[in-house]
Every structure is written in C-alpha cells, then in structure tokens.
C-alpha cells in the first residue's frame, strides 16, 4: 500500500467536507458535487475518525460548523486558492510558451529567421524558438521541424514548403576573373563542396550530369555547412551551388551571381512536419509559413 504524502487524509473527504461547510448543508454539497446526500454525510463521519474531532454539529434542522470545523474550512480554502492561483499561472505559462521549431542552420539563417521577424510584427504575442542542429537525427522535442527530403517517407501531418532549382554561384569579382561559357569550363574551377547529412542533397557530380557533362573535376574546397559554403563563395574562394529560395537575398543585394543559366530542379523538397501534440499557437505559426507570407 502507497502511503500518502504529507499525512494528509483523502482529498475527496476535504473536497466533501469544504462543500458542506460552505453551504452549511451536506444536501446542498451533494447537489454541487452531484453525489448522494449520504456519501457527503460518509465523507465527512470518515474525517471526522480520522481527525479524531467533530467538524459539525447535527440537529433536527440540519448542520452547523464546530470550532474545529470552521478552523478547517479557512485552512482549505486557502489551500484551494493557492492551488487555484498557481494552476492558471501554469496556464497562462502554457498560453505564453514558446513555439519550438526544430531546424538546420542553413534553413534557419536563410530563410525561417527572416520570415520570422515579419511573423512577429503581425503576432506579437506567440513566441517562437528556434532548435537549430545539422544533425541526421530529427528533432523530438519540437512542435514543428523543416526538412529537406522525400516527404511521401513522413507519418502525420506535413505539408511542402518549396520546391528549389539549383543553379551555380560566385562573388562578382570571381566570377570576372573565372569566366565559364560551358559546363567543362566551369567543372575545371575551384568547386565548393558541401558535405552534409540530408539524402537527397545536389552535390556538383549530380549538377553537372544533369546539365551533361560526366568528365573531371577539378579538386575544391569542402564544408559540412551550407552557411559557410556561401561565405567561402562570397569570399573568392571558388564556385558554389545555390538553392533559389536559400540564396535570393544574397543575389539581390549582388554578393553573389550566377555563373552559368542551367538551373537542375531539386529531386527531394523542403517541407514543414506538425508534431503530434502540437498547441494551437503552433498551428497557427505552421499555417502562417505554409501561406508563403
């Protein structure tokens, strides 16, 4: 047999009990707690046992309140409403929490964080956190995640979010001194090569086929982040493959152009997945990315 904490009787036998004492009547706390006349009467006999004191005083014309009676009633309501405050402080804890979106760094930086900031101005009052990793894992403890992958592989509820060309990319003066009219010219350039853990992710070999070349590459640079490979790009250090809605901002602002016009479509999406469980706050934030606001 578990013993109860703190020594306290049975909760139902305070809960029967603070109601009689309110109303001065077991008939009204039977009412109130839809039970029978009888258990409240049964309850209230049990504490008494247990407290070894009388809580009321019976009559013909119903209960009263004994010294020791009244002594409690005040000792559990305040405890009802100190419990009572500290649920709707958790409460209103749950209605503030964050919305947890668990995301890559590239996707992250590139394209969530700006939308964010415009999703902020339109609702204030939803918190959204960001768990960035590259790791191969998926988040758990999220309320929403972006991939990039075959989303026909997912269970639940997942909608994509884009589907990207993949074009070739350089800082301006890069590419005024490497200029590339072909494939093979540019096959021969320092590539940067991006190592990474999502299936599916165009790598040059596959870019380059798919634009016809098959032959030699020349050696290049490689990085396990997609960030980082921009910045080694934007750096002069060689060529990099650039994921339309990944890189716009970068050939917007001209820190970054393209070196060749073939664009490969993208075989795998990028995709937003709801978690089972996810609050309405985080629904609205996964409907508010999906609109393409």
């Not at 204030?124 to 026909?152: E, R």
């Amino acid at each position: 047999m578990v013993k109860r904490p703190y020594n306290l009787p049975q909760m139902s036998a305070l809960v029967a009990f603070e109601a009689a004492a309110r109303h001065v009547s077991f008939r009204s706390a039977a009412q109130e707690l839809n039970v029978t006349p009888a258990a409240i009467s049964h309850q209230v006999k049990a504490l008494e046992a247990e407290l070894r004191c009388s809580l009321f005083s019976r009559h013909h014309r119903g209960v009263a309140l004994t010294e020791a009676g009244a002594y409690l009633l005040v000792a559990l309501q305040r405890g009802f409403e100190t419990m009572a405050d500290a649920t709707d402080q958790l409460r209103q804890r749950t209605d503030r929490a964050a919305v947890t979106i668990g995301v890559s760094t590239a996707v992250s930086s590139l394209w969530l964080t700006p939308k964010l900031a415009r999703f902020w101005r339109e609702h204030g009052d939803v918190s959204v956190a960001q768990i960035v990793s590259d790791s191969s894992q998926q988040p758990q403890d999220c309320d929403l995640s972006i991939h990039y992958g075959d989303i026909s592989r997912e269970k639940g509820a997942c909608d994509v979010l884009f589907q990207d060309q993949v074009q070739a990319l350089a800082s301006p003066s890069y590419a005024e001194k490497h200029p590339a009219q072909t494939t093979a010219d540019l096959a021969q350039l320092s590539l940067i090569h991006i190592d990474v853990n999502e299936t599916g992710w165009v790598d040059w070999t596959r870019w380059l086929a798919s634009a016809g070349y098959s032959g030699k590459m020349r050696p290049g640079h490689r990085v396990n982040n997609y960030v980082i490979a921009l910045q080694a790009a934007e750096d002069d250090m060689g060529v990099v493959l650039g994921w339309t809605s990944l890189t716009h901002s970068y050939l917007d602002t001209g820190r970054l152009v393209t070196m060749l016009p073939h664009r490969m479509e993208a075989t795998e999406v990028f995709y937003i997945k709801l978690h089972p469980n996810a609050s309405n706050r985080a629904k609205l934030v996964y409907d508010w990315l999906l609109s393409g606001e």
